[in-house]
């Protein structure tokens, strides 16, 4: 198993700039997959952004070029740059394991962009 737990959340301004951070009980193995989720009010759990073992990263269309995900294995931590943010990236963002076909979820921790 793993247990991972996010911190970092919080009431931005827009165009302003957060980092998420996921601390893993676990390293990153070979053939895992690590990543952030998000699910704003009424909307359904969309990828924000995944890294592999090997640093492939993908990203969900609407962050591509103002979020940036990085791992930093000696600490078991995954992050989430988080720049040029719009009221429309307010959402509880969740971390994601994907492991052996086994997906493990954070708690979750919100992220409100709002003047």
């Known amino acids: 198993q793993v247990q991972l737990v996010e911190s970092g959340g919080g009431l931005v301004q827009p165009g302003g700039s957060l980092r998420l951070s996921c601390a893993a009980s676990?390293?990153?193995?070979?053939?895992?997959?690590m990543g952030w989720y998000r699910q704003g009010p009424g909307k359904q759990r969309q990828l924000v952004a995944s890294?592999?073992?090997?640093?492939?990263?993908t990203y969900g269309e609407s962050v591509k070029g103002r979020f940036t995900i990085s791992v930093d294995s000696a600490k078991k931590t995954v992050y989430l740059q988080m720049n040029s943010l719009k009221p429309e990236d307010t959402a509880v963002y969740f971390c994601?394991?994907?492991?052996?076909?086994?997906?493990?979820w954070g708690q979750g921790t919100q992220v409100t962009v709002s003047s």
């Open positions: 994601n394991s994907l492991r052996a076909g086994v997906n493990y």
């Open positions: 676990r390293s990153m193995f070979s053939n895992d997959n």
């Open positions: 890294i592999t073992s090997s640093s492939r990263t």
